[in-house]
């Protein structure tokens, strides 16, 4: 017996539990019968036992080079080093299922078990919508692309990985993204039981609120590490390049930012129940549409898999989804009735809809943007692409209009704020960024929308360190020494601060991104041995080349002394790599070295036996804030997310107390 034959009965059987658990779920509810609720639980678990043991096969069908298993013998071979062969796991497209699969089992089981305490009113129906996306997936891995086929004949070696794939960055941002995309089914599911039985008070928001946080910051992860890998593997001096694969990963981001932000609305006032709602099932919905796009390969892309026969399942998954909640929403449309009407745009729930406004003004935009080439294909029969620069036309100003509400929004009160006051709290943040706007120019900026971007930057940067301190000031004048009283601060209202974080890495990562689309240097030069190129300030010579050969792999190194403002910086090794069977397909070694708050990057772009090689040369201000911003958004994603037990205490008791009505099913 093969683990590909344990890996097929596994993965059939966790089908079958799914359908039971769905159907158990449902019954349950309808019926009444607690026990029939509790196998329905159990079988979620169960689910996720035979996902685990499916796993399992799979990746030691990889570890032991079973190449009669057709997609092992696709994206594995003997010359790979195991931790990439293991990560070949995810490499194509029947192992991302399953691990999609598997991801959604092991979180449907924590949900299970996390809210195993709560009453049966809701738990029923979000076990059945968790079961019903899974059951689709296993369908589609049982009967359509199923990473366990094996072949007539097993070849001796497999093809092997993608030379591109063979790098440290796959071990961790693939599994990351995916994991983000799943990670939404979890709120949606919480919606979808909430329409079902009618409980649309804040009871649900509350509990939804901290698995979205919890899937935002996944997503957030997963966007960070592409676009870190994309920096240092591809050669091409970016981070992100507007690609459609890219723009699928980042509408549900915002939407589920956009929700984050109104859900606090509703909390505190009341408010934009019919908004709140939407958000989480066009989330979910776009994370079905970045799932569909890559594995369709309906969109031409340097990250999607092959046009493939699984894009017209998923296309009719993703048209059932939204017929299914835009039914069950416009079901429950009586019942979200706000509780108040916003009273003017000056005040902190007006700021929270602008803010709103200009998130899915973005989302739009990018969707508009990713899906124009098949719409242009179908009404006019031609395929017309869309460009980085739209993007950057269109977003950039929304992004920046975004920022400023950003920094003005914390500053207002709940209901209507005076502009007296509003004045009073934005007065030192704004002579700041008024001080930013005035000397930039005088250090050589005359980049109208970079001057523009940095001051909005230092107004939000402001407002923020401006809260803190008034916090911490009024802490310390009861007694507590200043770290003390920041610490305290931060713990006894962790989602106020904890979004303070998140703003604050937001607005490192702004002026990083400002800073290296703004002033980017970017030069070519061919050296001959002991040569000599200048670049700002840089001085580039080269040195010679070496090659040599390990496990069948060609490494070719260059080698080039740098210096910088006239002293020796060191020395760097820009090169390539030949992995066999791929000699047409080298990957380069990138060599980026930081300097202060710049990067220089060198590309070996070719080079003539040993004493001439080429290089492409780019000089990126600000780019570690980039990355320095997305570890400060994940820290206060996390801060935020951190449970409280006060808080903990008052779900339980409200979902005893919470009146249940269930639709007919």
């Known amino acids: 017996m093969h683990f590909s034959d344990l890996g097929m009965i596994a993965q059939l059987l966790a089908l ?74 995810y490499g194509g ?98 919606a979808a039981a909430a329409m079902i039985t009618g409980r649309l008070d804040a009871g649900w928001l509350r509990a939804i609120r901290r698995w979205m946080l919890a899937s935002w910051s996944i997503q957030t992860t997963g966007l960070l590490l592409g676009m870190w890998w994309a920096y240092h593997v591809l050669g091409w001096g970016g981070y992100w390049g507007w690609d459609p694969v890219e723009n699928a990963a ?49 969109i031409s892309s340097v990250h999607s898999f092959s046009y493939s026969a699984i894009g017209p399942y998923f296309l009719v998954f993703l048209a059932v989804v939204v017929a299914f909640s835009i039914g069950l929403f416009v079901y429950r449309l009586p019942r979200l009735r706000a509780e108040h009407e916003l009273d003017t745009v000056v005040s ?30 179908t009404v006019r029969g031609q395929t017309m692409t869309v460009g980085a620069s739209f993007y950057q036309q269109v977003t950039g100003p929304l992004f920046l209009a975004l920022l400023f509400v950003m920094g003005v929004g914390p500053l207002l009160a709940w209901r209507r ?65 200043y770290p003390r009283a920041l610490a305290m601060l931060v713990a006894r209202h962790r989602q106020r601060y904890g979004g303070y974080l998140v703003h604050l890495g937001l607005v490192a990562l702004a002026v990083g991104v400002i800073g290296s689309q703004s002033f980017q240097t970017e030069r070519d030069f061919t050296l001959h041995t002991g040569q000599t190129a200048t670049v700002a300030g840089y001085t580039l010579t080269y040195r010679g080349i ?31 790599r030949i992995f066999p069977g791929f000699e047409s397909q080298p990957t380069s070694i990138v060599s980026i070295t930081t300097y202060g708050a710049q990067d220089f990057y060198v590309f070996l772009s070719g080079y003539e036996g040993t004493n001439q090689a080429s290089v492409k040369v780019f000089i990126n201000p600000l780019v570690p804030l980039i ?17 409280e037990r006060r808080r903990a205490a008052r779900l339980v008791e409200a979902a005893r107390v919470a009146p249940v009505e269930v639709a007919a099913i």
């Open 546 to 576: 070496s090659g040599v050969e390990t496990n069948g792999i060609q490494t070719i190194t260059t080698r080039f002394t740098v210096g910088r403002d006239g002293r020796p910086a060191g020395d760097i090794l820009p090169g390539e």
């Open 627 to 643: 990355w320095l911003g997305g570890l400060l958004m994940l820290a206060g994603g996390i801060v935020c997310w951190w449970p």
């Open 417 to 481: 704020a005076s502009w007296a006051s509003v004045w009073r709290n934005i007065r030192w943040p704004a002579l700041a960024a008024a001080l930013c706007a005035a000397i930039l120019p005088l250090a050589g900026v005359t980049n109208l929308w970079a001057n523009l971007g940095f001051a909005v930057c230092t107004l939000v940067a402001g407002t923020i360190l401006y809260e803190l301190w008034r916090g911490v000031r009024v802490r310390h004048a009861h007694g507590e020494g």
């Open 348 to 377: 902190r729930e007006g700021s929270f809809l602008v803010n709103n406004f200009l998130l899915t003004g973005i989302a739009f935009a990018v969707f508009w943007g990713t899906v124009f080439p098949i719409l242009s294909e």
């Open 250 to 298: 980042l509408l549900p981001w915002l939407t589920a930012t956009a929700f984050l932000h109104s859900t606090m609305v509703q909390e505190r006032r009341g408010s934009l129940k019919v908004w709140n709602l939407g958000l989480v099932l066009a989330t979910f919905a776009l994370s079905i549409f970045g799932t569909f796009e890559v594995r369709s390969g309906i």
């Open 93 to 190: 497209q029947e192992g991302s299922l399953l691990y999609w699969t598997l991801m959604l089992a092991l979180f449907a089981g924590i949900a299970v078990l996390a809210h195993r305490r709560t009453p049966a009113g809701l738990m029923p129906f979000v076990v059945a919508a968790l079961m019903g996306i899974e059951s689709f997936f296993l369908l589609v891995l049982n009967a359509v692309s199923s990473p366990f086929d094996r072949l007539r004949i097993a070849p001796s070696d497999g093809a092997g990985l993608n030379p591109i794939l063979q790098d440290p960055g796959m071990l961790v941002h693939p599994p990351m993204l995916l994991m983000g995309y799943m990670s939404f089914s979890v709120p949606f599911a919480f």
């Open 16 to 89: 079958l539990f799914a359908l039971y658990a769905l159907a158990a779920s449902l019954l349950g509810a309808r019926y009444a019968k607690p026990a029939l609720l509790a196998s329905g639980r159990r079988s979620v678990l169960l689910v996720a036992a035979f996902l685990l043991v499916a796993a399992f096969a799979l990746a030691a069908s990889f570890l032991t080079h079973d190449f009669g298993v057709r997609y092992v013998a696709e994206h594995a071979s003997r010359a790979m080093p195991w931790q990439y062969t293991l990560s070949a796991f």
